[in-house]
């Protein structure tokens, strides 16, 4: 294992200016945010040192000096020195998630990506009993007193490189997608993402009444994917914090394909994400506005959800639809079931989508049936695509415009604000 980098050379993606504040902006860097000085840096150009969070920094080094000014509860004895740790806590409102200083304050000649650990004397802050038990009764070094605050549990405590909500993970998903893309082209190949929920009962029942304009003009639309598990997933790649885990990628896929399968691209974006189990280290709720003119679609989905909602629920200035999410195929086939069966994908009578508008100037409220969800319809897509030249049934742009909304849901996640596509 490499050693944690916890004090590296780094440049700022963006500068964020703080509402009220004249003295303080928001540095965004790899995805984390730190409230820094303002005018001290330029984006994309000066080189600075991050420190992450469980950093402690000598306070009697010139360039930590200010640290020893921070309050005494982050304030500990290392060989007895003063050490400053370095936490997340929120100024004017925002979180800060580290420390940076401009490299040229440390003297040190150094490139982006160099781990400056050692050269600036700095090291992990333990918890007492974690001392102990790393150092097997040894002197750690560090005496950490008591502390009031637990480590932030929206945050996932790790020796690694912290990965979570790392914006230019995302940026660079959408920058290999399209290279994946390109390079297809050149190379004549299909390029093709498999959505299977576009094959779910209820959601053709959705299409249905959208493409047949049933509601009239939309106004809203809500898309839910809940389920109830607080226990953590016995697929350990899905709880592991790494790039395309957690709930937005794992759940909000699905959703965010439907919506831009029914309503295209929105202007913009807004979305709060977060990690709500107590033993969790990804996210697992998930809300997303997306915006188009005179219309907007929530897109919500949590694993604490025990009493469901409708899975859909659309309002127009005609009328309403409502449908639970009563798709049979994924029961079916973890129950060992094989799709050849002519009721395959049939809901049960008892799980009709309400309709609630106006038809020929008369009000009706009835409910209706869905058509048979169908799995294999996407791989028959796939044999008309490469047989017949007849269009992908999935495209790859289509795929890439998914990574697109959920790259832009995390920046609106981490920036608190609406993100322009």
């Known amino acids: 294992m490499s050693e944690r980098a916890l004090a590296r050379v780094v440049t700022i993606d963006e500068l964020v200016a703080i509402e009220g504040a004249d003295r303080?902006?928001?540095?965004?860097?790899?995805?984390?945010?730190?409230?820094?000085?303002?005018?001290?840096?330029?984006?994309?150009?000066?080189?600075?040192?991050?420190?992450?969070?469980?950093?402690?920094?000598?306070?009697?080094?010139p360039y930590f000096n200010d640290t020893a000014n921070w309050s005494?509860?982050?304030?500990?004895?290392?060989?007895?020195?003063?050490?400053?740790?370095?936490?997340?806590?929120?100024?004017?409102?925002?979180?800060?998630?580290?420390?940076?200083?401009?490299?040229s304050e440390t003297g040190i000649t150094a490139k982006v990506g160099d781990n400056l650990t050692k050269?600036?004397?700095v090291v992990k802050y333990e918890k007492a009993e974690e001392a102990s038990m790393n150092n097997s009764g040894g002197s750690s070094g560090v005496r950490s007193g008591t502390s009031a605050l637990?480590?932030?549990?929206?945050?996932?405590?790790?020796?690694?490189?912290?990965?979570?909500?790392?914006?230019?993970?995302?940026?660079?998903?959408?920058?290999?997608?399209e290279e994946l893309i390109t390079l297809a082209k050149e190379k004549n190949k299909l390029l093709s993402v498999y959505q299977n929920r576009r094959y779910d009962s209820d959601y053709k029942a959705v299409k249905k009444v959208v493409d047949e304009k049933l509601l009239g003009d939309l106004i809203e639309a809500e898309f839910h994917y809940d389920r109830y598990t607080e226990q953590l997933?016995?697929?350990?790649?899905?709880?592991?914090?790494?790039?395309?885990?957690?709930?937005?990628?794992?759940?909000?896929?699905?959703?965010?394909?439907?919506?831009?399968?029914?309503?295209?691209?929105?202007?913009?974006?807004?979305?709060d994400i977060d990690t709500l189990r107590p033993s969790s280290k990804v996210d697992d709720y998930m809300e997303i506005l997306m915006f188009y003119n005179h219309f907007r679609v929530r897109i919500h989905s949590s694993l604490l959800v025990r009493e469901q909602l409708p899975a859909y629920i659309l309002h127009g200035k005609k009328g309403s639809f409502i449908k639970a999410k009563t798709?049979?195929?994924?029961?079916?086939?973890?129950?060992?079931?094989?799709?050849?069966?002519?009721?395959?994908?049939?809901e049960p009578e008892n799980e009709k989508g309400l309709l609630h508008t106006e038809k020929d100037g008369k009000i009706i409220k009835e409910y209706i049936p869905s058509s048979q969800g169908n799995y294999?319809?996407?791989?028959?897509?796939?044999?008309?695509?490469?047989?017949?030249?007849?269009?992908?049934?999935?495209?790859?742009?289509?795929g890439l415009n998914v990574i697109r909304i959920i790259t832009a849901a995390h920046k609106s996640n981490i920036q608190k604000t609406v993100i322009k596509m």
């Open 24 to 61: 303080i902006e928001l540095a965004i860097v790899g995805g984390w945010q730190v409230v820094v000085q303002k005018g001290l840096y330029e984006p994309n150009k000066t080189l600075a040192v991050y420190f992450e969070v469980d950093s402690l920094l000598d306070s009697e080094r």
């Open 150 to 177: 637990g480590f932030p549990k929206f945050i996932p405590k790790t020796d690694q490189t912290r990965v979570q909500n790392i914006t230019h993970m995302y940026n660079k998903a959408v920058e290999e997608g």
């Open 376 to 398: 294999m319809e996407y791989y028959d897509g796939i044999y008309k695509a490469l047989r017949l030249q007849q269009p992908l049934p999935v495209t790859a742009e289509e």
């Open 327 to 346: 798709d049979v195929q994924e029961v079916a086939l973890q129950e060992g079931k094989v799709p050849n069966a002519a009721d395959w994908g049939q």
């Open 233 to 271: 997933s016995y697929k350990v790649h899905k709880e592991t914090p790494t790039p395309g885990v957690g709930i937005v990628y794992d759940l909000g896929s699905h959703l965010i394909d439907q919506a831009l399968t029914l309503f295209g691209m929105p202007h913009s974006v807004f979305a």
């Open 119 to 121: 050269d600036l004397g």
């Open 72 to 103: 005494s509860k982050l304030l500990h004895s290392v060989d007895g020195r003063t050490h400053a740790r370095v936490k997340t806590m929120k100024l004017r409102k925002q979180l800060s998630q580290g420390y940076m200083i401009p490299l």
